[in-house]
């Protein structure tokens, strides 16, 4: 539905008349409401810092401003349930530890006798998926989980024993990997604010046996 020459053509006028780079942001800003493109954007300098970790000048960030909480609970006797939430940074140190920390609460339920398992993701509004499919890998298992596909490329993203992969680079591996042995049950929860890293989480555990999903449309 996209008219591409006229689009280009209205696009490059603007940006050529921006005086400054807030007018050019908002030049790209308007091309992709042009395109009715939900996805896309241009992540402003400071905030980029911030999510890969090179915060210099403005400080460290928060915690908070770089991943949602993580709430679970034994909702009764052998059923676990794990709210899994964004990942806002691409800093290996705050990966590791998101991962490490849902690898932890896995182990632990499952030691307490957790034999099936809620996944909520109606909450993860996306930003880094590794940390969550490494945190995740005791109930996905070890094997190529999906696939970024594009019209030149297919390349797998996958787990094993720890380690998350985009083809046959490492993106995120756990400190202690947890291993849960057999088939396990699982409900996947997903609604409006599913996006993104959250859906590619939601696409790894297709095709495995026992899982379930439920809820509204990402």
């Not at 490329?153 to 680079?169: A, D, H, L, P, W």
Request: glycine letters at 10%.
């Amino acid at each position: 539905s996209v008219q591409w020459d006229d689009l280009v053509t209205s696009a490059k006028n603007r940006i050529n008349s921006s005086g400054n780079c807030e007018a050019a942001q908002e030049a790209l800003q308007w091309s992709f409401k042009q395109m009715k493109e939900k996805h896309s954007f241009v992540m402003p300098a400071v905030k980029a810092d911030i999510y890969n970790g090179t915060v210099n000048s403005a400080g460290p960030a928060s915690l908070s401003q770089l991943i949602g909480p993580i709430r679970s609970e034994m909702v009764e006797e052998g059923i676990a349930y794990i709210e899994v939430p964004r990942v806002s940074t691409a800093d290996d140190a705050v990966c590791t530890t998101f991962a490490d920390s849902l690898q932890k609460l896995i182990a632990g339920y499952h030691k307490q006798g957790a034999t099936k398992w809620i996944i909520d993701l109606r909450n993860n509004t996306g930003g880094n998926c590794w940390p969550m499919l490494a945190g995740l890998g005791p109930l996905l298992g070890n094997g190529v989980h999906g696939y970024f596909v594009s019209s030149t490329e297919k390349i797998s993203f996958s787990y094993n024993n720890g380690t998350v992969k985009q083809g046959r680079y490492a993106r995120c591996t756990v400190s202690d990997p947890y291993t849960i042995p057999g088939n396990k049950s699982i409900i996947v929860l997903t609604g409006p604010n599913t996006a993104s890293a959250g859906e590619i989480v939601v696409l790894a555990f297709k095709g495995i046996s026992n899982v379930s999903f439920f809820g509204e449309p990402t």
